[in-house]
Every structure is written in C-alpha cells, then in structure tokens.
C-alpha cells in the first residue's frame, strides 16, 4: 500500500511560482510512476502532468497542453519524492492538486493523496 502526502500549496499571485512536493511511502518509490492532477470548483478533475523512471533509467516527462513550458515535474528516487514546479501561474490554475501513482507498465493511477490547494490571485 502506497502512501501519498502532497505539501507546498497555498496563496500565489498570477504570475508567481509555486512548487509542491509529494512524499510517498509504503512502497518501492522506482516501481511506480507518478503523476500530478487537479480539480477546481465544480469541474471534473482534470490530468496535469507524469513522469515515468524508465528501465533504462532514462526519466519521461508529459504534459497537458494548458501546463506545457509552465510547469515542471521532477523526482528524487532518494528522497521518495516527487515535485510539481509551477511557473508563470494564471488564475484558472486554481484548484486542489493531487498527486498520484501507478505501477510501471500499467496504465491506472491506483493510489491518490488527499489533495493540496493551490489558489492564484490577480
């Protein structure tokens, strides 16, 4: 059973940075991909990015097209740790972010944290 804990949200002015963390334990951190969502007020939540530790421990990253060359995902297989670096922020990046993970070589998220809040201001 893996364990997820997003940290780092809060209260950002359009335009600023933001970085969350997500802490996972519980579990052999290189057997699993992970990946980052978010859900704002009243729509469905919604992919944000991944990052995969392939065998050839080469690192894939991915994007939606509404983060592309704002956000950056990165991961520290030493520290079971994987981060979300948010740049440039708009408004409607406002939302709870999730952090999730899934074994490598299937498709689903299987395990979720409970959510961080990220609100960005004008």
Request: proline content about 1%.
């Amino acid at each position: 059973q893996v364990q997820l804990v997003e940290s780092g949200g809060g209260l950002v002015q359009v335009g600023g940075s933001l970085r969350l963390s997500c802490a996972a334990s519980g579990g052999t951190f290189s057997n699993y991909r992970m990946g980052w969502f978010r859900q704002a007020p009243g729509k469905e939540r919604d992919f944000v990015g991944g990052i995969n530790w392939l065998y050839d421990n080469t690192v894939n990253t991915y994007y939606a097209d509404s983060v592309k060359g704002r956000f950056t995902i990165s991961r520290d297989n030493a520290k079971n740790t994987v981060y979300l670096q948010m740049s440039s922020l708009k408004a409607e990046d406002t939302a709870v972010y999730y952090c999730a993970a899934g074994r490598r070589g299937t498709s689903a998220y299987t395990y979720w944290g409970q959510g961080t809040q990220v609100t960005v201001s004008s």
